[in-house]
């Protein structure tokens, strides 16, 4: 069964650096999401992108995040100067259709120092 | 704005009991709705969605849940709990064309 694959699954960095989160999305989705689950809270959405550029993103989603589709496979989310409050889970989903069935990987945990 | 409300943070019940878990949406039309469920240390699995038609929707691993547009509620239940379905369940909902959001997930303890 075709799955969402994220890599790495736990991160640890220090405060300031950079980080890069990737997700293989599922191959014949077009609509790629990031959500963030920080410990003990809900699952809170980051943004969406379709067709090379982003199509909603959320009020956390600020200047430090950017995602990119560098290739035909991989979908990543950077973090360009961590902060100790980006310290969460973080998952990538993918759909065929807009508010269809969301598939998630299974998360990559950010730890931030 | 949209929201989802799970009233209960925390269940516990006995191998082999019903299990209901509640979920209540704020929104003006139907949303699409779902169910999700993660086990410790796992990613986020789709048990159940309704988009149309019949209230009553069966998903995976024998859980059902119905949807009551008179309470805006979409709960899920299942009639006979396994020590296994032990995990967080997380309603969401998404108004067509719009983001998925989350409930704040139950926490689901079963005790034999």
């Known amino acids: 069964e075709p799955e969402v694959t994220q890599t790495p699954s736990h991160q640890v960095t220090q405060m300031g650096q950079e980080v890069i989160l990737r997700c293989v999305p599922i191959s014949n989705h077009l609509y790629f999401y990031w959500y963030r689950q920080i410990l003990g809270q809900k699952v809170e959405f980051l943004v969406s992108f379709y067709n090379n550029e982003i199509s909603e993103k959320s009020e956390i989603f600020d200047d430090q995040f950017s995602v990119e589709r560098p290739d035909g496979s991989n979908f990543t989310l950077k973090i360009r100067s961590t902060k100790l409050e980006d310290s969460a889970m973080y998952f990538c989903a993918s759909s065929e259709v807009p508010t269809g069935e969301l598939f998630f990987g299974e998360g990559s945990r950010l730890t931030v120092l | 704005a949209q929201s989802v409300t799970q009233p209960d943070i925390h269940i516990t019940v006995s191998e082999g009991a019903s299990l209901e878990l509640r979920c209540n949406y704020s929104?003006?039309?139907?949303?699409?709705l779902f169910w999700y469920v993660q086990s410790p240390g796992q990613g986020l699995q789709l048990l159940l969605k309704?988009?149309?038609?019949?209230?009553l929707v069966q998903g995976i691993k024998g859980f059902e849940a119905e949807f009551k547009r008179s309470q805006s509620s979409f709960n899920l239940r299942k009639p006979s709990v396994h020590w296994s379905d032990a995990a967080e369940y997380f309603c969401a909902v998404a108004p067509p064309g719009n983001k998925l959001v989350f409930g704040a997930g139950t926490i689901l303890r079963v005790k034999s």
């Open positions: 309704y988009f149309s038609g019949d209230t």
């Open positions: 929104y003006g039309a139907t949303p699409y």
